[in-house]
């Protein structure tokens, strides 16, 4: 019985599993290769010219920058202001709270794709078309950031009152007890809306491709599409190559912390 | 340390004594306002005023390149109702979720009460379940569009077992049947971490207590498990539609809507009319489309949940 468990566990895990392994093993394959059958789990001669070509084929090392610090500032931008909506809505009584956290839920009901052709005019208009703004101030004040206001509220209201008013007792004024008391409780929340928000901002493709033109300029998703030969046709090795330092860094880097991740999701789950 | 209410009382009283305007509930609503301001501001500038300028540009012609408008009423509207892909890409809308939703949440509960087993090393098993939701969207859809070309490795398996694949991608039913099988293993995960969640939550005396009056393994599942999740199943199943019909980058590298229109979607459509054609207006009438469509699955969820949930998690 457990045998036929773990038998169907590991057949049901091959094609989660396979497709990393086997972009990761290609990336140092040589082109013959990687079309060779059957596929080889580990190559037979190690080639790591296509992580060369990856960078002489597109400005890439810029390209990575633009999606990490791009990630980065709407992580952090994310965390702050949901924070912060997040305690005022649900510790903080003042008149027409109700009124106003639909108004931001609405959010939740819209998909940034509807919005996606009057947004794009809106930054036709101030010239901000071709430059990183879309992409960091929409997701840090828009319909993205809802989701993160909406989990840092559930959390908020579960925490015991008697803190705060121990904390006010203690001299602490409003500020000083969301910063001090109640934010340092939140972490575990604050990391679920971190990695969330990381993922969401590393992964956006539609609006990259509708709002930049510049190589340069371009995040990484949309980079990878581009390692084309000059018939079109994909150069697998260095797009698979190009993938693997796309993917693996971030991969590491959760699975390492993925306790964290998955409680915090699983919790903040079952809340909202 | 025990604050008694008047205690607190005096504090705030002493505190109005000294800010006669001030007070502690005044200044309470100063800060509530400064704290939602980020948010309520950006929710109105980038998603409620585009909302209505959606609806606006929905009648206009609009010429981006000379940057003029013009009104023209319902004449997108009809344009809409008479466009002969209309048809073909609200079927490809309506199988994709279909097919999304009910794969990924069966397989989903599946994997979690796998996992659920008193077993050593589901930890690892989860992790591995889960690891593709990790994987950066584009690379992972990169890998299975070589996987699944015609000399693929997926074919090169079904070849190794004596039968001969499709060329995936290039048929009208296969295209379809790979987007969704790749964007589940993609993303089932999270359903999956989230049921495990719900599963673990179910008190096992009450599994106890109908074994011993004879109910069986299905038995079990269906009058027990299910409705204690059902709150879960409700949750997961509005993510995963909302979700679905979202998923744009994994059509785009896959097949971009083809063969045909087989796997053109209402949001690829949406994407090739406004920014491929710069047919704005329509884009926006397409984009009107999208949003009654979400809108009325979500309501419809709602309703459901007063009929079929089991208890108000």
């Known amino acids: 019985m457990k045998l036929a468990l773990y038998a169907l566990l590991c057949v049901l895990c091959v094609p989660f599993v396979f497709p990393t392994w086997w972009m990761v093993t290609s990336s140092v394959k040589p082109m013959s290769e990687i079309l060779a059958f059957p596929p080889k789990l580990l190559p037979q001669t190690w080639d790591f010219s296509s992580y060369r070509q990856v960078f002489e084929i597109q400005p890439f090392a810029q390209q990575y920058f633009n999606s990490l610090y791009i990630a980065a500032v709407v992580t952090a931008g994310t965390m702050a202001v949901a924070a912060l909506a997040g305690y005022a809505f649900a510790r903080i009584r003042f008149p027409g709270q109700n009124v ?73 004024g409003r500020f000083g007890t969301f910063y001090r008391v109640a934010l340092p409780l939140a972490r575990p929340a604050l990391g679920a809306v971190a990695i969330f928000t990381f993922l969401h901002s590393w992964n956006l493709y539609l609006e990259p491709i509708v709002y930049l033109s510049s190589p340069e300029l371009f995040t990484l998703p949309q980079a990878l599409t581009q390692f084309v030969d000059l018939y079109g046709g994909p150069m697998w090795n260095v797009q698979l190559a190009a993938a693997t330092m796309t993917a693996l860094p971030i991969l590491v880097v959760f699975v390492l912390a993925q306790r964290q991740f998955i409680e915090g999701l699983a919790h903040t789950g079952l809340k909202g | 340390m025990v604050v008694t209410e008047a205690e607190t009382r005096a504090v705030a009283e002493r505190a109005a004594a000294r800010r006669p305007f001030w007070t502690i509930r005044r200044r309470d609503y100063l800060v509530g306002y400064l704290f939602i301001t980020p948010q309520l501001a950006g929710s109105v500038v980038f998603v409620l005023l585009p909302l209505v300028l959606v609806g606006w ?109 499709p060329n995936w991608l ?144």
């Open chain 2, 57 to 165: 540009y929905s009648m206009q012609e609009w010429n981006v390149l000379a940057g003029t408008f013009e009104f023209t009423g319902a004449e997108n509207y009809a344009k809409l109702a008479a466009d002969a892909n209309l048809r073909s890409v609200l079927a490809a809308t309506g199988i994709f979720s279909a097919g999304l939703v009910a794969l990924n949440l069966t397989l989903a509960l599946l994997l979690a009460i796998l996992l659920n087993q008193r077993l050593r090393g589901t930890t690892l098993f989860r992790t591995l379940f889960f690891s593709p939701v990790l994987v950066s969207l584009v690379a992972w859809t990169i890998v299975w569009k070589f996987l699944l070309q015609a000399e693929g490795g997926i074919n090169g398996v079904l070849g190794a077992a004596g039968i001969d694949g």
């Open chain 1, 100 to 172: 106003l956290f639909v108004v931001v839920l609405t959010g939740l009901l819209i998909p940034s794709e509807v919005t996606i052709v009057p947004l794009f005019q809106m930054f036709h208009t101030l010239g901000l078309t071709n430059t990183h703004w879309p992409l960091i101030v929409v997701p840090i004040l828009g319909a993205p950031s809802v989701l993160a206001t909406f989990i840092m509220r559930q959390f908020f209201i579960s925490l015991p009152g008697e803190l705060e008013e121990a904390a006010r007792v203690d001299g602490l």
């Open chain 2, 170 to 313: 290039r048929g009208e039913a296969t295209a379809m049947l790979s987007v969704i099988v790749v964007q589940v293993i993609k993303n089932v995960g999270l359903n999956m971490v989230l049921f495990l969640a719900a599963l673990q939550g179910v008190p096992a005396q009450l599994y106890e207590a109908a074994k011993m009056d004879g109910a069986g393994a299905w038995t079990r599942f269906r009058r027990i498990t299910v409705p204690l999740i059902s709150p879960t199943i409700l949750l997961t199943s509005i993510i995963t539609v909302v979700g679905s019909l979202q998923v744009f980058a994994q059509i785009a590298v896959l097949t971009q809507g083809g063969p045909g229109t087989s796997t053109t979607v209402l949001i690829y459509y949406l994407y090739q009319q406004a920014f491929q054609f710069h047919h704005f207006g329509y884009g926006a009438t397409i984009s009107v489309l999208l949003f009654l469509i979400v809108a009325a699955l979500t309501l419809l969820q709602w309703r459901l949940r007063r009929k079929w949930v089991f208890n108000e998690a």
